[in-house]
């Protein structure tokens, strides 16, 4: 059998023949630095002594033979550290504001599981919400037909679907249509969390609504577990007692 021949397909042979190019001219770069730098070691008096060069690389001479960094490139560095110190300090507020909410969710969670009828439940969701959390207040709301506890808001039929839309689950951002849920202190309200519920069997609908006075409380973009974990405590709770 004689040898085999192997030939090269036009793409392969330009991508190996590129290939080869930029070897030689990273070769060449390297070359020719090699010659600038000792040039430049022979003679720093072409860097000392070009004010503009030294100006556009952020250096500047401040005695005769020491050259620093000069006030752009300082000015940068101070920037940058700036910037890194203040993006350290909000992860830092951030991770404790966190960990103060996590705190006292799991102190309302104990204070929800104390409650002694419907009523007292209530209560303790708007002594939560005003107390540990500082909001305007807390309701418990549920849809009609049916009786509604005591303490508790009335919801008429659908009325979870108009505050979270038909397959809403939760909500946080502007009151629209849940002042009502506040009563006088509705016109006082800024922004709302609001979590769907179902409790007994067969299910009824609920919400879960927390109100603040401030319009950046509570804002569309925010995550909603905590109120949602409050929520399913809540309901679990509140089907010790059957409605009167």
Do not use: Y
């Not at 010659?35 to 250096?59: K, Y």
């Not at 609001?194 to 009824?204: D, H, K, N, Q, Y």
């Amino acid at each position: 059998m004689g040898p085999v021949t192997v030939s090269e397909t036009p793409k392969a042979s330009a991508n190996v023949t590129g290939a080869l190019r930029e070897a030689e001219r990273a070769k060449a770069l390297a070359k020719d630095w090699t010659v600038v730098a000792a040039f430049l070691r022979e003679h720093p008096q072409f860097i000392r002594e070009d004010a503009a060069l030294l100006e556009d690389l952020g250096l500047w001479v401040r005695a005769a033979n020491v050259v620093e960094f000069g006030p752009a490139a300082l000015a940068r560095l101070s920037e940058a550290k700036t910037k890194e110190k203040a993006e350290r300090r909000r992860l830092e507020a951030t991770a404790r504001a966190n960990f103060a909410a996590q705190a006292q969710t799991h102190a309302a969670v104990v204070d929800l599981l104390e409650a002694r009828n419907h009523a007292d439940l209530a209560r303790r969701v708007n002594d939560i919400a005003c107390l540990r959390f500082g909001l305007k207040g807390g309701v418990v709301a549920l849809e009609t037909p049916g009786p509604v506890p005591a303490g508790w808001r009335i919801l008429g039929p659908d009325g979870a679907a108009a505050l979270l839309g038909p397959t809403g689950l939760a909500r946080m951002g502007p009151p629209e249509a849940s002042r009502g849920l506040f009563g006088e202190l509705g016109p006082e309200i800024g922004s709302v969390a609001l979590v769907r519920m179902a409790i007994w069997e067969p299910a009824r609908q609920g919400v879960l609504a927390f109100a603040s006075a401030d319009a950046d409380a509570f804002t569309r973009e925010m995550g909603a577990e905590l109120v949602a974990f409050l929520a399913r405590v809540i309901e679990r709770t509140a089907e010790r007692w059957p409605v009167l």
